[in-house]
């Protein structure tokens, strides 16, 4: 497992040891991410950022602040600095996918920090997706780009906690990334821009609104 694009791109990638991670391929990251960059939605952002900062050599997801839940090992997030995002937070329970993100980030060098501390490229946190994304709206967390990958077989129960907490962090017009099983439908309140199918998995691009998602019901 490698990078496969941007600033990183061939540098290799650790995976969890055994079945209870699957890491999405190389082959499937590559698509999903000529798809993401290809939407005017991702690109508009990108150049609304450069033109503010008329920075130099930025990548293609530069002004992009992401976030990459049921992270594994982490190589979604890790394809979307490489490629010019600005942050990412990582969020992952198992502790072997924990200690793979953790050594993948060291390897790469990418600093680190807390969810929420000053200046960070990355903070990774451990445990519960729902509880993070909680607390995350709690703090007034947003983000521009959401990567979500969970288990196929405990897709259908985490779903409603995804379509009631994500909508709470994400900004008008964030790109949401979902991977589930191929039967699967996301099922989730935004709007579908692209759906596409790779083997057993089915990657869905959705959209945010204008307009957040309502705050009530607390984490379960």
Not at 35 to 61: K, M, N, Q, Y
Not at 133 to 143: F, I, S, T, V
Not at 181 to 198: C, D, F, H, I
């Amino acid at each position: 497992m490698r990078v496969v694009g941007g600033t990183w791109r061939g540098r290799p990638l650790t995976a969890p040891p055994g079945r209870g991670t699957r890491p999405t391929s190389d082959k499937v990251r590559e698509a999903m991410f000529d798809v993401l960059l290809a939407l005017p939605e991702v690109r508009d952002r990108t150049a609304a950022a450069l033109s503010a900062t008329d920075e130099a050599g930025a990548g293609p997801l530069a002004g992009h602040v992401a976030l990459d839940v049921f992270a594994g090992s982490g190589a979604l997030g890790i394809e979307a600095l490489s490629r010019g995002a600005d942050r990412c937070t990582f969020v992952e329970s198992a502790p072997p996918a924990l200690r793979a993100l953790r050594a993948n980030l060291a390897r790469l060098g990418v600093p680190a920090g807390r969810a929420g501390g000053p200046d960070a490229t990355s903070a990774v946190v451990a445990g519960d997706a729902r509880r993070a994304l909680a607390a995350d709206a709690r703090r007034g967390a947003r983000y521009t780009l959401v990567f979500a990958d969970p288990p196929y077989d405990v897709y259908e129960q985490v779903r409603p906690a995804l379509a009631r907490l994500l909508g709470r962090v994400l900004i008008p017009g964030a790109v949401l990334v979902i991977e589930s099983a191929a039967g699967t439908p996301a099922g989730l309140p935004w709007s579908v821009v692209r759906e596409k199918r790779y083997g057993d998995t089915r990657v869905t691009f959705l959209v945010a609104g204008a307009e957040p998602q309502a705050e009530g019901e607390p984490a379960d």
